[in-house]
């Protein structure tokens, strides 16, 4: 019940009954007296004086209507009164909160009633009253009322105690003297007088009310300002309507690295910018904020550079205008927080998020965003850019046979050159593994962008030399013009690749620029892979034989495998086309495993003093399993291990790191024969043969067709090869002899055998048999 009593006296329109004290209990007010008494604390000698003053000017007044002796005598009361009642409130604490103030709030009422008494018997002192004593003692009562109304306006019980008895005693006057209209115009002024004190305490209460909850509000922001400063690592901050700073809290002048008393009135942007404020090269941020101030905005969680002892900081600041009551802007207050910490670790984030680890350079999310501008600038500017898409070759064989911390050096250093390669308008990243990219903007022509891609070959191709060993790779390089061949990053990244494929296709270290049929070349690709997976199972793959004969005297030796494919759809497919799609797509083991045990099984039906060769992949080499499924196709066929001929090429060397040299190892244990195939159009290293027995190194038409024409470089080699073969005990075979011509000069260079369409295109099986049954067919072919 209390808190309602309080809630209502302390609502907008406070009871008059209650400001009278006619109302609830005092004791049910809450603080609604201390509130009135307030207006009196110290106004002690005021009152006093002004009784005094007031004592004497009815005094002398009534001297000359008043017998002296009566005038002095009602003087001296009055005299006494004063004295006495300034005494009685002396020692009183008026308007004091903590105390209830209803002893004083009474004692008030009291006075004002024995004030109201001694000053009524002054309109009487004649004893029959004459008008012009009543007006003039009633002149001095009225300012009398007049004056307590302002200083006693927050208790209009205390004015209604003193002007209604003193109204009401001079109206009786004012009629006894013959004048009952200036009597009712005394009632009128007494009654307008104590409705006006009522509104004035009204009003008094409630303001001070206000006051004291803004400042019990205040009182608690302060607080908690005071407890965030202590606690938090933030600090406030506020400046003035001329964007000075002001109330410098102790946190910011440390912050800021400088004394409080020094910074106030010091302009927010100079304090922040440092040097800057004297050159007027300001950040853009401050710039944002200056121009926020200036138009008076709230802003949040800007990050400004500022500069404290000459050292950059990241400081982040949020703000709102302060407004007076009117609405007029007085200045910004805010908090800012030191946030350079932060920033570093998001910047590293930010960093490792869009830029490789190992080389440094921007990744593929970082080159995406540099081709979307690029691309953006191209269409706006009416201009082109270019993406070249690199990839290494023989990086694979690096890796695998020195180890991935010597290839993550190899690829440091490959990142080095080309990153030393980059102009102005140029972005080169690391897109995974072995493939970077660079992005060009404004390419006049695709001719630009095809020399850029030559140098980096060449760049990239000269040797290296990591831990003590020198390495060498080459890079195969497609690019796409922008936005002609793509106006979105995908479609420009997608043809970029096509032509990389194109380029790796070609046997690498070459440059490919994209054109529209390649989209058709990869449909068909993807078309081959498909048939491809399901032609086993279909049975569409056959073998063909191409003989092999003893270049002294024309005698077949034996024969090379060649797997043919004819598909339904597709029809016949040359090997040199879906090979490498088999390897790529990792389908060769089985297709190899196919061709192994089919060629061992066919073999079986020939005279037995020839050979079988078999070509076998890099991909099967690295298949642990490859050496039993060898010697499961020789179990099954019957066939001895030394009428099996293993061909493969140097690139088996590149891509491994020893496991297929120990492969091959096992194999020759098992007295199969090992061929080296294509020796002398790749790196032909000796190390290759010292490393492992051959019993075959084979000649690549190139040179037959070279050394048939007279190239001295051809001969050479050939001669070479032969003489090489002879030393470690190995034959050699010719391919691809065509004419007379070539025979008879491969024959006068010493080539051990003879292998082409001079004496028989590649055949199939059922043709073979049917050669066993006319000797003389291989002369007949052959001339």
Not at 234 to 246: E, G, I, K, M, P
């Amino acid at each position: 019940m209390k808190s309602l009593l309080t809630d209502q006296i302390f609502a907008d329109d406070i009871p008059a009954r209650t400001l009278l004290g006619l109302g609830p209990r005092d004791e049910d007010v809450g603080d609604l007296r201390q509130l009135q008494l307030a207006p009196l604390r110290g106004k002690g000698s005021l009152r006093l004086w002004m009784g005094l003053g007031m004592a004497l000017v009815a005094a002398l007044t009534m001297v000359l209507r008043v017998p002296v002796a009566i005038a002095g005598a009602w003087f001296a009361v009055a005299l006494l009164f004063s004295l006495w009642s300034y005494r009685a409130f002396a020692s009183l604490a008026i308007g004091e909160l903590k105390l209830s103030g209803l002893p004083e709030y009474r004692l008030c009422h009291r006075h004002a009633f024995y004030s109201a008494m001694l000053w009524s018997s002054t309109f009487w002192l004649q004893g029959v009253p004459t008008l012009d004593h009543v007006l003039s003692i009633w002149t001095i009562a009225l300012l009398m009322m007049l004056t307590l109304a302002m200083i006693a306006h927050s208790m209009p019980m205390i004015c209604i105690l003193y002007i209604a008895p003193v109204s009401l005693s001079a109206a009786v006057a004012l009629v006894r003297a013959g004048a009952p209209q200036l009597a009712a115009v005394a009632l009128v002024a007494a009654l307008l007088l104590c409705t006006s004190c009522i509104r004035f305490a009204k009003t008094h209460v409630r303001f001070r009310r206000a006051e004291e909850t803004l400042h019990e509000k205040n009182e608690t922001v302060s607080l908690l300002l005071r407890e965030f400063e202590e606690t938090s690592a933030d600090w406030l901050w506020q400046t003035d309507n001329a964007r000075r700073l002001v109330h410098v809290s102790p946190r910011l002048a440390f912050a800021l690295g400088a004394a409080a008393e020094g910074l106030e009135g010091v302009p927010l942007l100079q304090a922040l910018s440092g040097d800057a404020w004297e050159t007027g090269q300001f950040p853009r941020s401050l710039h944002d904020i200056a121009e926020r101030m200036k138009r008076r905005e709230s802003f949040s969680n800007l990050i400004v550079p500022v500069t404290i002892g000459g050292k950059p900081r990241w400081w982040e600041l949020s703000a709102s205008p302060r407004l007076d009551e009117t609405g007029k802007f007085l200045g910004f207050r805010g908090v800012g927080s030191d946030v350079t910490e932060q920033r570093a670790s998001a910047e590293q984030i930010a960093k490792m998020a869009r830029f490789d680890n190992l080389t440094g350079l921007p990744n593929r999310l970082h080159l995406n965003e540099e081709l979307a501008r690029a691309l953006k600038h191209a269409n706006d500017a009416k201009s082109r850019c270019a993406l070249l898409m690199i990839d290494l070759d023989r990086f694979k064989a690096v890796n695998d046979t020195l180890g991935h911390p010597v290839g993550d050096k190899l690829l440091a250093q490959v990142a080095a050159r080309l990153k030393s390669m980059m102009d102005r308008g140029m972005t080169c990243g690391r897109l995974g593994g072995d493939e970077f990219a660079v992005v060009l903007q404004d390419v006049p022509s695709a001719l630009d962008a095809e020399d850029l891609a030559q140098r980096i070959i060449a760049a990239v191709s000269r040797p290296y030399v990591v831990d003590n060993h020198q390495l060498f790779v080459g890079a195969s390089i497609g690019f796409a013009i922008g936005p002609q061949d793509g106006a979105t990053v995908e479609t420009l990244t997608r043809n970029a690749d096509l032509a990389l494929y194109k380029s790796k296709d070609k046997g690498g270290n070459l440059v490919a620029a994209y054109v529209a049929s390649l989209h058709a070349q990869a449909e068909e690709r993807r078309v081959m892979e498909q048939e491809l997976r399901g032609a086993l199972d279909r049975g569409e793959f056959e073998m063909y034989y191409q003989p092999v004969v003893t270049a002294a005297d024309g005698t077949l030796n034996g024969f090379e495998g060649l797997i043919r494919w004819n598909n339904q759809k597709l029809g016949n497919v040359a090997p040199g086309r879906f090979i490498p799609l088999a390897e790529d797509s990792r389908l060769i083991s089985p297709i190899g495993e196919w061709v192994l045990r089919t060629a061992c099984h066919e073999a079986m039906r020939w005279p037995s003093n020839l050979k079988v060769a078999v070509n076998v992949s890099a991909e099967q080499l690295t298949d642990p399993a490859f050496a039993s499924v060898v010697v499961s196709a020789l179990a099954q066929s019957g066939l001895p291990p030394e009428r099996l001929e293993i061909e493969v090429t140097e690139s088996v060397f590149l891509r491994d790191g020893g496991g297929a040299a120990q492969l091959l190892d096992q194999l020759i244990s098992l007295g199969i024969r090992l061929s080296l195939d294509d020796f002398g159009t790749g790196y032909s290293s000796l190390g290759y043969l010292r490393k492992t027995q051959f019993s075959t190194i084979k000649v690549d038409r190139s040179f037959v067709v070279g050394a048939a024409k007279g190239s001295i470089e051809s001969i050479a080699i050939i001669r070479a090869v032969v003489a090489l073969a002879d030393s470690l005990g190995m034959s050699t075979t010719a391919e691809g002899a065509e004419t007379e011509v070539e025979v008879d000069t491969l024959r006068a260079l010493g080539c051990s055998n003879i292998q082409g369409y001079y004496y028989g295109r590649p055949m199939p099986a059922s043709d073979v048999l049917t050669l066993f049954r006319r000797p003389d067919s291989l002369d007949t072919e052959a001339a």
